[in-house]
């Protein structure tokens, strides 16, 4: 089946520094990818859509100056925290979706959990 | 959640018995489909049901779809410890394909 990874796995950084995730179909090309985040115990939250070379749209409540989002190829999204804060630390998934036939399958990559000290 | 609740939030059982789960939506969908998670992890799908079916079944899985009351129903039949795990709903809504992920239900398999 199709695969989607992400990059990296985790990440530790500085509270004032940037962060950028890789998210790749690796064996199907993707228009649209979505970022979503998960704090512990709770569900996935769609962060944004990520439309392959032009802008992402966002969901209400998510700053698009501090996460933005880069989708410039067909196999390629990425999402850059920007300026991470500690309350920025959580578990960001991305799922890119394949057309099959008249419907979309989504798949989503293993996620990124990223610590921000 | 963006999309819907699930209930029970938190469910917890002995081996060997049957594990329900519910999923209730908001707006018109695509498909519903359910995904397992275990801690820390990524998602792992279970099972799609499109808008016009009503069930599906999958190994100890069994998906309902009700659209009239925008609900779903995720039973795990003869449950094991290995099923411990968070189970969420997630729909594609109509007219698109974004993916909605509701609240989860965390499963708790006693051995």
């Known amino acids: 089946g199709a695969v989607v990874s992400q990059h990296p796995s985790w990440v530790i950084c500085k509270s004032g520094t940037s962060v950028k995730i890789e998210c790749r179909s690796l064996?199907?090309?993707?228009?649209?990818m979505f970022w979503y985040r998960q704090f512990p115990k709770q569900s996935l939250m769609l962060m944004a859509t990520s439309n392959e070379g032009s802008k992402a749209t966002y969901e209400q409540g998510v700053e698009k100056d501090k996460f933005l989002i880069n989708h410039a190829s067909l196999t390629l999204s990425t999402l850059t925290v920007t300026s991470a804060h500690p309350e920025d630390s959580s578990f960001y998934i991305c799922?890119?979706?394949?057309?099959?036939?008249?419907?979309?399958?989504?798949?989503f990559g293993p996620g990124t959990r990223l610590t921000v000290t | 959640s963006q999309q819907g609740e699930e209930d029970p939030q938190a469910l917890s059982i002995q081996e060997g018995e049957n594990a329900t789960m519910n999923c209730s939506y908001k707006t018109s969908i695509n498909n519903l489909q359910w995904y397992r998670q275990n801690s820390g992890r990524g998602l792992v799908h279970l099972i799609l049901i499109r808008s016009n079916e009503r069930e599906k079944h999958s190994g100890r899985l069994r998906v309902t779809l009700d659209t009239s009351k925008k609900s779903s129903s995720l039973l795990i039949t003869a449950s094991r410890a290995a099923d411990t795990a968070s189970y969420f709903c997630a729909t594609v809504l109509t007219g698109g394909f974004k993916t909605i992920f509701g609240a989860g239900t965390r499963l708790f398999v006693k051995a």
């Open positions: 799922s890119a979706n394949l057309r099959q036939a008249l419907n979309y399958e989504q798949y």
């Open positions: 064996d199907f090309q993707a228009t649209t």
